[in-house]
């Protein structure tokens, strides 16, 4: 049963005390009235003293029995009052513990919290510890990487030094090559220009060897064999021929194979096509100088080799006497 109850409890049994004694009481005075009321009636029939005494003599027992139930009822009533005093001094007492427990839970959870704050504040100065750990391996890791990577592009960095400097010398190397290679084609020019102003043909033809093989070329930057030897006969001293193999053969003086001399024409036949097809300029000593082919360019052969003496048809001989002696100094 709880505190609440308890109160309800005694106003209950207050109140059923009330009115069982209100009841009596009205029982009472019911049983007066009728009393009374009977009296004339009675006193109306003739009876005689022994009966008015016994009569009398009920009504004082019955009060008397009222009186007795009166007061019963009263001591019922302050046992009531006294248990109803003890109640409330009891409840007062329990009310007295309660709110001393509710301190004393208070003060309880008051230290119960303190303590769970200090837990937490040293949980959070803990956790903020570990979290500033943390960072500090996260910098410690952040600074060894940047670290690496630093080392790494200064390796980068040095490798491409490097490899600059090696580019820097290739370049140097190919540089001075080029120089060189210029210098001596220039020196080339040089002698080729010397040479065909000279008025030499074989030295005017030793000079253009290793020129480019071009089909119908007629210039330095490339010659097929009939236009190689239009061109040095005619930058020579202005011998003019025409243009083809072919027409060349029958353009010249025929000579025989034994009387050639150096800057006469060598013919040869069915070499890529039928008839008389390629031309050369012989250089004495057995030895002709000729735009060859794509693959070789402007070389010097030997006349008697199997092939060409295989394809041989003849000797031409356009210069004059003053430029084959010319060439003969060569």
Do not use: W
Not at 62 to 85: G, I, N, P, S, W
Not at 147 to 167: G, I, N
């Amino acid at each position: 049963m709880t505190l609440a109850t308890e109160p309800r409890r005694a106003a209950s049994l207050f109140s059923l005390g009330y009115i069982r004694s209100s009841s009596l009481l009205l029982s009472a005075a019911l049983a007066g009235t009728l009393a009374l009321a009977t009296l004339p009636a009675q006193a109306a029939k003739p009876h005689t003293p022994s009966a008015h005494a016994l009569h009398l003599k009920h009504l004082r027992a019955q009060q008397a029995h009222l009186a007795a139930h009166e007061a019963k009822h009263d001591a019922h009533l302050a046992a009531q009052r006294v248990a109803l005093a003890v109640h409330n001094a009891h409840l007062a007492q329990r009310g007295r513990d309660a709110r001393l427990r509710g301190r004393k839970a208070q003060a309880k959870m008051a230290r119960a919290s303190a303590g769970h704050h200090q837990r937490m504040l040293l949980l959070q100065a803990a956790l903020h510890q570990q979290h500033v750990a943390q960072m500090e391996v996260a910098m410690q890791r952040t600074l060894t990487a940047r670290a690496q990577t630093l080392a790494l592009h200064s390796h980068k960095l040095a490798l491409r030094q490097q490899a600059l400097a090696l580019r820097y010398r290739k370049a140097e190397i190919k540089l001075a090559a080029l120089h060189h290679r210029a210098s001596l084609h220039v020196a080339k020019l040089i002698g080729q220009h010397q040479a065909l102003s000279s008025g030499n043909v074989v030295m005017a033809a030793y000079a253009l060897r290793g020129s480019r093989y071009v089909m119908g070329g007629t210039s330095r930057s490339g010659f097929d064999c009939s236009g190689f030897v239009r061109y040095v006969l005619s930058t020579t001293d202005g011998v003019s021929v025409p243009r083809t193999a072919a027409a060349q053969y029958y353009h010249g003086k025929p000579i025989a194979l034994t009387d050639m001399e150096p800057g006469d024409l060598v013919f040869f036949k069915n070499t890529y096509k039928h008839g008389i097809s390629h031309v050369g300029i012989y250089a004495g000593q057995g030895k002709f100088i000729h735009a060859a082919n794509a693959h070789k360019g402007v070389r010097i052969d030997i006349l008697n080799s199997p092939y060409y003496m295989g394809h041989f048809a003849g000797a031409r001989r356009v210069l004059p006497a003053q430029m084959r002696d010319a060439a003969f100094l060569r």
